[in-house]
T-cell receptor, first 109, second 114 residues
Framework: RKEVEQDPGPFNVPEGATVAFNCTYSNSASQSFFWYRQDCRKEPKLLMSVYSSGNEDGRFTAQLNRASQYISLLIRDSKLSDSATYLCVVNTNNNDMRFGAGTRLTVKP | DAGVTQSPTHLIKTRGQQVTLRCSPISGHKSVSWYQQVLGQGPQFIFQYYEKEERGRGNFPDRFSARQFPNYSSELNVNALLLGDSALYLC?????????????FGPGTRLLVL
C-alpha cells in the first residue's frame, strides 16, 4: 500500500462545478498535511495547509480526519484557471514529505 | 524577492556518468530539500539539509549524495547514472527543518539519461 493515495482522476468538470478530491495516508504518526497544485511542466506550489478543524480559503475547503487518516479538498465554483494536478502531501516528524501521485483536474468552458 | 533557483534547467547525460545539480534557496531560508519526480508521479523525497547538516534521507541508493554550503545553497550529486534516473529534480527551501514549515519549490532540473 502506498503511503499517500489519491483519486487518480482525471476529473473533467464544467466551469462553475464543485469538485472534491480525496486522499488517504497510511502513517498514523503523520503530523502535517498540505495540498499543493502543480501546473503542467511547472513546480508544485502550496495551495493550502490542512488543519484538524478544517479550513477554508476562498473557494477552497480542506478537511482532515485523523481517525480515518483521510484528507479532502473541495473546490467550489470551478474556474478554468483551476485546471492543474492537485498533490496531497503528508509530513511525519522526520521531515520526510510524502506526496501522493496527484489528481488531475481539467475545467472546461 | 527571488524565489528558489536551480541550475541547469535541462541536462542530458549517458549511463554511467555523474551529474551535479545546484539549488539556491530563498533569501533567509536555511533548509533545502531535494525531490525526484518521474512522469505521472508525485515528487519523492531524497534529502533534507538544514544548517549544512543532513536532517532527512529518503529511500534512494548511495549513488545519490548532497551537501549544503555556508550560504545555504545546495548541490545534489548522482553517480553512475541509470536510465531510471531520468526525471525532474526539484529543490525546495523553507525557513526551518520542522515538518510544518511551508516548502517553496524551484522550477526544477530536467535530467535525461540516455
Amino acid at each position: 500500500r502506498k503511503e499517500v493515495e489519491q483519486d487518480p482522476g482525471p476529473f473533467n468538470v464544467p466551469e462553475g462545478a464543485t469538485v472534491a478530491f480525496n486522499c488517504t495516508y497510511s502513517n498514523s504518526a503523520s503530523q502535517s498535511f498540505f495540498w499543493y497544485r502543480q501546473d503542467c511542466r511547472k513546480e508544485p506550489k502550496l495551495l493550502m495547509s490542512v488543519y484538524s478543524s478544517g479550513n477554508e480559503d476562498g473557494r477552497f475547503t480542506a478537511q482532515l480526519n485523523r481517525a480515518s487518516q483521510y484528507i479532502s479538498l473541495l473546490i467550489r465554483d470551478s474556474k478554468l484557471s483551476d485546471s492543474a494536478t492537485y498533490l496531497c502531501v503528508v509530513n511525519t516528524n522526520n521531515n520526510d514529505m510524502r506526496f501522493g501521485a496527484g489528481t488531475r483536474l481539467t475545467v472546461k468552458p | 524577492d527571488a524565489g528558489v533557483t536551480q541550475s541547469p534547467t535541462h541536462l542530458i547525460k549517458t549511463r554511467g556518468q555523474q551529474v551535479t545539480l545546484r539549488c539556491s534557496p530563498i533569501s533567509g531560508h536555511k533548509s533545502v530539500s531535494w525531490y525526484q519526480q518521474v512522469l505521472g508521479q508525485g515528487p519523492q523525497f531524497i534529502f533534507q539539509y538544514y544548517e549544512k547538516e543532513e536532517r532527512g534521507r529518503g529511500n534512494f541508493p548511495d549513488r545519490f549524495s548532497a551537501r549544503q554550503f555556508p550560504n545555504y545553497s545546495s548541490e545534489l550529486n548522482v553517480n553512475a547514472l541509470l536510465l531510471g534516473d531520468s526525471a525532474l529534480y526539484l529543490c525546495a527551501s523553507s525557513l526551518g527543518p520542522h515538518s510544518s514549515k511551508t516548502q517553496y519549490f524551484g522550477p526544477g532540473t530536467r535530467l535525461l539519461v540516455l
